[in-house]
């Protein structure tokens, strides 16, 4: 019998059949900081066929306390990209796609083809709710994590009968985030494991996933299982009202959490015009220009015509975008 070195203790626990699935499978990890890099790194590791990596954002310094993929050098550079990077380095049997996008009703039916599973790892309630209607919809499985402080939370929407993230977040308020409460790299590591093993586990034997909503809290060790119920008016899995995935709710400046960063979009925005305005703004000063963004100042141009701004507020986030940008 020939066991893939590679993999050989894995099989040991999931079996040649089980590494053959998991080999065969498409999964999306949507969000690449603290959860998303970490279950991005796992889920390579256990030899995922093709791992998608979607993000929107650049890496910052403050970055490293918790995303232990990227280093000092990455500072800067997009978390799409340089998680594709080390990925392939760590396991270069597997397909890595790498997409520098912000994922929204508009794009999200074409990233997000033929996929198996999808890793909710972003860090606002806006994105999930739409990953929410596109799973519900799609009936394909969705491993939902976050993260505040030093507590953490798990539940994976599956199936018609159990109830989705908008039955579980249905007052729609974002109680703390981790602008006001922070994070611990620890909290963050014990979610990921748990999203990669959730996915993982639904690829090799669904009997395994997890049914209740898990709370965790590593300051006092405590793992709680809740059973949640189905809201039988829920808009989304009862009602079948997509109202996130068909653009009736959309988002128009986008705050990244844990930062004074805001993300406007240029309208009407061709990728040739990318150069014009990085031109233009190297006459006022230094401009970094990666070839898939630049940065100038507290403003970072991406190829999509997404403009990322360090600004105390959207206001002056929106000033900055006027003087530089334009409309
Ligand atoms: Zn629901």
Redesign the pocket.
Same mark, same amino acid.
């Given at each position: 019998m020939v066991i893939n070195e590679r993999y050989k203790k894995q099989e040991l626990v999931l079996g040649k059949e089980g590494q053959k699935k998991l080999a065969k499978a498409t999964v999306a990890v949507v969000g690449l900081g603290a959860l998303g890099s970490n279950c991005a790194e796992l889920l390579a590791r256990a030899g995922i066929g093709k791992v998608m990596l979607i993000d929107r954002d650049i890496i910052s310094l403050d970055n490293l306390q918790r995303q232990h993929l990227y280093d000092e050098e990455d500072v800067g550079k997009a978390k799409a990209v340089v998680c594709k990077e080390k990925l392939l380095k760590i396991n270069s049997n597997i397909v890595i796609q790498d997409e520098l996008a912000d994922i929204t009703w508009k794009n999200i039916n074409q990233l997000l083809k033929n996929i198996d599973c999808i890793i909710d790892c972003t860090d606002n309630l806006f994105t999930r709710m739409l990953l929410n209607d596109f799973c *519900?919809k799609s009936n394909i499985v969705l491993a939902h994590g976050a993260v505040v402080g030093n507590k953490g939370s798990l539940y994976v929407v599956s199936g018609k009968e159990k !109830? $989705? @993230? !908008? $039955?579980i977040y249905f007052d729609k308020i974002s109680h703390e985030t981790c602008d006001t409460a922070g994070v611990l790299n620890t909290a963050s590591c014990v979610v990921s494991n748990l999203q990669a093993n959730e996915c993982i586990k639904f690829l090799w034997n669904k009997h395994y996933v997890e049914q209740n909503f898990l709370r965790i809290d590593v300051l006092t060790n405590s793992f709680e299982k809740l059973r949640v119920k189905?809201?039988r008016n829920? @808009? *989304? $899995? *009862?009602k079948n009202e997509f109202q996130y995935l068909s653009g009736k709710i959309e988002q128009k400046a986008v705050h990244y959490c844990g930062s004074f960063q805001y993300q406007l979009e240029k309208k009407n925005f061709f990728k040739k015009e990318y150069k014009n305005i990085v031109d233009k703004l190297k006459k006022l000063g230094k401009v970094v220009d990666l070839g898939y963004c630049a940065h100038f100042d507290d403003l970072t141009l991406f190829l999509d015509g997404r403009v990322l701004i360090k600004a105390k507020d959207e206001k002056e986030a929106r000033k900055i975008f006027d003087k530089y940008i334009g409309c």
């Open positions: *519900v !109830a $989705c @993230l !908008a $039955c189905k809201n829920c @808009l *989304v $899995c *009862v």
